[in-house]
């Protein structure tokens, strides 16, 4: 190879280079996003006849099909009618998810709580999980696990939203690792219809003997309770437009904390007037 040749070459390696460190974009990492015309991907587990079902509802802000979980009357507090979920491929760090939720005009709330949703640590699936949930009829978010003395949580948010029944909302949700493990240093962000209800940067998910490494496991599971108390009438709650990522959901509430490298679209140009010593 001539000189002149081999000192070109050189400077189309440290191109490469250059092109290669480019800061990429955060809003990416969509894991899942689904409307529910169908489960698609999504495992389904009825507890009872009709527990979960795909279902038409023309009020939805993304119908006409949504995910409805019935509970019949006489129904008792402690379970849930189905599970729905979705489990990622690896354990992440981080973790961002968006769905719409609606419980009918006469929902009746559980004295202690109604749950929505379950993000679990894997690989265990048992360490540790964060809830959302009514409190009293409040919405929470709740941390807790087998691993926690007693069952106790090792965080859960004050009330601060109540939904009203018969009503769509978005909701958002961020959550991000404490490290290291049993460090109270994990951040929790919650935003109904884009305004935050919940901002914590104090969350111990795994305790320092956790064997789990990460977010993984997502499941709609609407458990009615608290034990105790039964459904005096038929009862459903749905749900719509989940999407779960591992980076910020395009046009939704942006985090607190920014942890998403820059945005760049641009180009760098070709190195000019750089000198390469020939060998």
Request: hydrophobic share 30%; aromatic share 14%.
């Amino acid at each position: 190879m001539k000189k002149n040749e081999w000192s070109k070459l050189k400077v189309f390696l440290l191109f490469i280079v250059i092109l290669c460190n480019i800061p990429t974009s955060g809003y990416g990492g969509e894991l899942v996003n689904t409307n529910f015309d169908s489960f698609g991907d999504w495992f389904q587990k009825n507890w009872i006849d009709d527990g979960s079902s795909i279902s038409v509802d023309s009020t939805s802000p993304d119908p006409p099909n949504v995910l409805k979980f019935y509970f019949p009357s006489g129904y008792l507090g402690g379970n849930t009618p189905a599970t729905v979920g979705f489990k990622i491929p690896n354990p992440v760090q981080e973790y961002y998810v968006q769905y719409y939720f609606k419980y009918s005009s006469n929902w009746e709330f559980h004295p202690v709580a109604d749950k929505q949703m379950y993000i679990y640590t894997e690989p265990s699936h048992s360490d540790s999980h964060c809830a959302i949930m009514t409190h009293w009829g409040s919405l929470v978010f709740s941390v807790g696990g087998p691993s926690y003395p007693d069952g106790s949580r090792s965080f859960k948010s004050n009330p601060s939203f109540t939904p009203e029944r018969g009503r769509w909302y978005k909701l958002n949700i961020h959550v991000k690792m404490n490290s290291p493990r049993g460090t109270a240093n994990g951040i929790a962000e919650m935003w109904i219809d884009d305004v935050k209800i919940i901002n914590a940067t104090n969350v111990m998910y795994l305790l320092s003997n956790s064997s789990d490494s990460g977010f993984q496991s997502f499941n709609f599971s609407p458990v009615y309770g608290g034990a105790g108390s039964q459904k005096s009438h038929d009862d459903y709650v749905y749900f719509d437009k989940a999407i779960i990522s591992t980076s910020h959901i395009s046009g939704s509430p942006l985090p607190d904390k920014v942890i998403d490298p820059p945005i760049t679209d641009k180009v760098p140009s070709f190195p000019q007037g750089l000198t390469i010593q020939g060998q």
